[in-house]
């Protein structure tokens, strides 16, 4: 995947004075061997960090080697302030984790207690307010933490792509769409950048690169992607140009950050500007790990991209749509799957999911649009969706947002796509989650939240989850189970 980081790794061990250096040593080089092993290369900073020299010494060891994400390894009590300062002085995300007892020898002379000292060091990381990633139980052998520290990966990732993350907007939100909201502040707060722009200007670039000779190079790629799926070849030269003025400017507009996300205006107007629809060119962006959310959905943008930085693989951006029909349901998914017709519902979009995540794609136009821009004629400007239902699968249900009240909130689901043809058009699937409906009434809806949602495939809730809470986000839902209530569900129902 282009777009997002690539995280190095570096272990630093730590080890209170009043407890044998050698043993938090040692057990640093089996944690490194073992994940060695399994997973990779992780850099051993050999300085064994006993107080707050030791810890400048080590930080800078493994920022000259280039360390992005870093793991503060307690192989015996630790130091409560140099350990916690190490988070304080390194900039990147960083782990704490502990070293369990090996074997019953080490009980009479060389236990190392971290069990205990991961205690003050949570309490120490939150006395100076640092943001740190600890495991759901962070004490365990060398085995066990090399697991850890692999789960960890994905979380730094997605932390790294964020504080270098740029949104680029084009247009305002459509009239009837202000539910797509995006208050900035907490864009900044996050370490996101925005750069907002007119329609105006896209459409200025886009001119520019009419005749440019990389068009063709461009349609070539499009339809080998398209095959037999390519029905509207003749939108190909606009798409084409599209992409290209999209990609340029991303790179020339990137500034001091890494990494970009689009967020763009793409209907009404767009269709009698542009003379085509960007859906296949928002898929294919995606796709290269560039989420391009519709409707100028700047916090959906920023779901998608934790979303490809976390899944190291495309994503989605859909509406929650409409409900299944009782028709559908009992005749492909009553008895053949353990779901109810309310846990179930379609995710739609126009055309914006990758041909990947489709079972089988194919170019075609926006019915909708069809309707109002070209009722009596065959379709021209409406072309350029991608077309087909979303391949079976695992799949996670999420969002950032920021809120109203200036603060906050995310959720999280996971659940599959279903096997079951839609019947539809567009980018469109039969998703089932466990207590939908619950989690519809009582998250989506009681804590206002827009209609769109981001989809990794996969289950990726864990490492969505920890996302979110490095990131401070105090309010994160997810599907409560049958039994445990919300606190705005009736007790009687």
């Not at 019915?367 to 004629?377: A, G, V, W």
């Not at 279903?418 to 539809?424: D, R």
Request: glycine share 8%; aromatic share 10%.
């Amino acid at each position: 995947m282009k777009n997002i980081p690539e995280v190095k790794l570096g272990v630093i061990a730590v080890s209170r004075d009043c407890f044998p250096i050698t043993l938090s040593t040692k057990r640093r080089e089996r944690l490194v061997e073992a994940f060695n092993a399994k997973y990779g290369e992780i850099y051993n900073c050999k300085t064994t960090v006993e107080n707050e020299t030791d810890m400048l010494k080590a930080v800078a060891d493994v920022k000259e080697n280039g360390v992005n994400a870093l793991v503060v390894f307690l192989g015996n009590f630790g130091p409560e302030t140099p350990e916690t300062q190490i988070a304080q002085y390194f900039d990147g995300p960083v782990m704490y984790v502990a070293a369990a007892e090996e074997d019953i020898a080490v009980l009479s002379s060389e236990r190392g207690d971290a069990y205990c000292g991961m205690l003050n060091c949570s309490y120490n990381l939150g006395l100076r307010r640092i943001k740190a990633y600890i495991p759901e139980y962070p004490v365990g052998t060398a085995e066990e933490v090399a697991d850890m520290v692999a789960e960890f990966v994905p979380v730094a990732t997605a932390l790294l792509g964020i504080s270098s993350l740029k949104i680029i907007t084009f247009g305002p939100r459509p009239q009837d769409f202000f539910a797509c909201n995006a208050p900035i502040n907490q864009l900044y707060e996050l370490g996101v950048e925005i750069e907002e722009n007119s329609e105006l200007d896209l459409y200025e670039s886009y001119n520019a690169h009419e005749g440019d000779p990389r068009i063709a190079d461009v349609m070539a790629d499009m339809a080998a992607e398209l095959g037999d799926g390519n029905k509207m070849s003749g939108i190909l030269p606009r798409l084409a140009q599209l992409e290209l003025t999209l990609l340029d400017w991303a790179e020339a507009h990137k500034g001091s950050r890494k990494y970009v996300a689009f967020a763009n205006k793409c209907w009404p107007a767009f269709q009698t500007t542009f003379k085509c629809v960007p859906c296949y060119v928002n898929s294919r962006l995606t796709a290269m790990g560039i989420p391009v959310a519709c409707e100028v959905d700047v916090y959906g943008a920023l779901s998608e991209y934790i979303g490809t930085c976390i899944s190291g693989a495309p994503v989605t951006l859909l509406d929650m749509n409409n409900t299944v029909p009782k028709e559908l349901y009992d005749a492909e998914i009553k008895g053949k799957f353990n779901y109810r017709l309310r846990e179930t519902f379609m995710g739609f979009h126009c055309g914006n999911t990758p041909m990947c995540r489709l079972a089988k794609g194919e170019m075609k136009y926006q019915l909708i649009m069809k309707r109002s821009l070209e009722p009596d004629s065959e379709p021209d400007i409406t072309r350029g969706t991608l077309e087909g239902d979303i391949a079976p699968g695992d799949i996670t249900l999420y969002r950032l947002q920021g809120a109203a009240d200036g603060s906050l909130r995310a959720y999280i689901a996971q659940g599959e796509v279903l096997p079951v043809p839609t019947h539809s058009f567009g980018g469109i699937g039969v998703m089932a989650i466990p207590e939908m409906d619950r989690f519809y009434r009582h998250v989506l809806i009681e804590k206002r939240y827009p209609h769109h949602g981001a989809f990794a495939f996969g289950k990726w809730g864990k490492a969505i989850d920890s996302v979110f809470r490095y990131l401070g986000v105090k309010d994160i839902a997810y599907n409560k189970p049958a039994g445990s209530l919300y606190e705005t569900e009736c007790p009687f129902n």
